[in-house]
């Protein structure tokens, strides 16, 4: 059953101090890292963005890029299109902002006629069940093009050593403050590896932080929609995933 909709809206303005009191410079240097990397984007779909400092960086680094930004929270979404609108409307006519829940989010034929080449999640696929992103990933996995990349920052479970026991308080802990704070009612990472790998996508590089719990991953788009395994969105799972943290 899909879980209520979380409302990020209440700490939308303190977010970004939230973020550098409890992991201080960490998360923007895992979120910013790739940029060099991530150049000669056309079409970029950026999920769950937050406060929007990730996009205006993107589309500053990638002059050619549009770029279509999806997020429930209206409070996130009002900073973000204020950063946007700061760099000027040359910049501000590239974003399209669709206020949705991805999890009932189907595009519409116009959406992406030329399809995306790069799909970004900075520390939101944590927002989502195991379900949730299998049934997401299916749903994109038409729009886009050969070869797209999806870049990833996310929380991990680093396995050995007294880095795991660590990690994992520290993941429960944030579920926990976000469940307060929010309503979120997740409460455990998805084997978002395992999925992106069903779905056609390839590992190509992964960079991490702090012992490996915070991980920044380019993976690529390799499959074509037959070649991948869609069996866990329609029948559900048939494995245990790790967890609950
Ligand atoms: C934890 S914040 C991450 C913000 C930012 N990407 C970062 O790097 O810190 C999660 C963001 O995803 C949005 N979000 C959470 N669940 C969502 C959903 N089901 N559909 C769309 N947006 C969602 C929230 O409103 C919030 O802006």
Redesign the pocket.
Known sequence: MTKP??N?DFIARP?RWF?YLTFGPY?ERC?FSRLPEITGARRALV?????GR?LTRLLQSNPDVLVDV????PG?LKLLEQRVRNLGTEAHSRVAIHR????DFSPPESFTATGYDLVV????L???THL?LSRLTATLRPHLVPGARWLV?EFQVPEGGIVEPLSRFLVRSLYRA?GILTGLEVRELPAWDMLLERSGFSRFDERSWLGGLLTSEIWTFMATSAAADDSYAKDGPSFSPAGPF
């Open positions: 909709a979380p990020f977010y973020e998360l979120r999920i769950g963005d937050g406060d990730f999806i997020d429930l929270s996130m949705a829940d991805v999890r999640t900075h520390f939101f944590d927002c989502l949730d920052s976000f």
